[in-house]
């Protein structure tokens, strides 16, 4: 890992770690690299910062740099769910009601999105 930052579990025993400018890995629970999302999807981050898994098993991705929280779900294209309203996102969680809670170090609080 190059510059880790943010870690989250994912279900089945593996987690997903975000490097400072640089990439956001899976790793299973073996602790083996599954795979870059980079790579997997062809996207590039600017700055990845907070992680967290869905309830469906989609990992969320907060970039400071670009002001942006994707989802990257395990088949299909990453979808960029927050584009707009973030000055630095950095930690994120998924609530299990379907919540999207952003911390932004820039405006000194936590940002909730449905």
């Given at each position: 890992?190059?510059g880790?930052?943010?870690?989250c579990?994912v279900?089945?025993?593996g987690?997903?770690?975000?490097e400072?400018?640089?990439?956001?890995?899976?790793?299973?629970?073996?602790?083996?690299?599954l795979c870059?999302?980079?790579?997997?999807y062809?996207?590039?981050?600017?700055?990845?910062?907070?992680?967290?898994?869905?309830?469906?098993?989609?990992?969320?991705v907060?970039?400071?740099?670009?002001?942006t929280?994707h989802?990257?779900?395990?088949?299909?294209?990453p979808?960029?769910?927050?584009?707009?309203?973030?000055?630095?996102?950095?930690?994120?969680?998924?609530?299990?009601?379907g919540?999207?809670?952003?911390?932004?170090?820039v405006?000194?609080?936590?940002k909730?999105?449905?």
């Amino acid at each position: 890992l190059q510059g880790p930052r943010y870690v989250c579990p994912v279900p089945g025993g593996g987690f997903v770690v975000s490097e400072e400018c640089g990439d956001v890995k899976v790793f299973m629970s073996s602790r083996k690299l599954l795979c870059s999302l980079s790579s997997k999807y062809g996207h590039q981050f600017g700055n990845p910062a907070g992680v967290c898994v869905d309830m469906d098993g989609s990992i969320l991705v907060a970039d400071e740099q670009r002001r942006t929280v994707h989802l990257f779900p395990e088949h299909g294209a990453p979808i960029c769910l927050v584009s707009t309203g973030l000055r630095r996102p950095t930690g994120m969680a998924c609530s299990s009601s379907g919540h999207l809670f952003v911390a932004d170090t820039v405006e000194n609080c936590v940002k909730v999105f449905k």
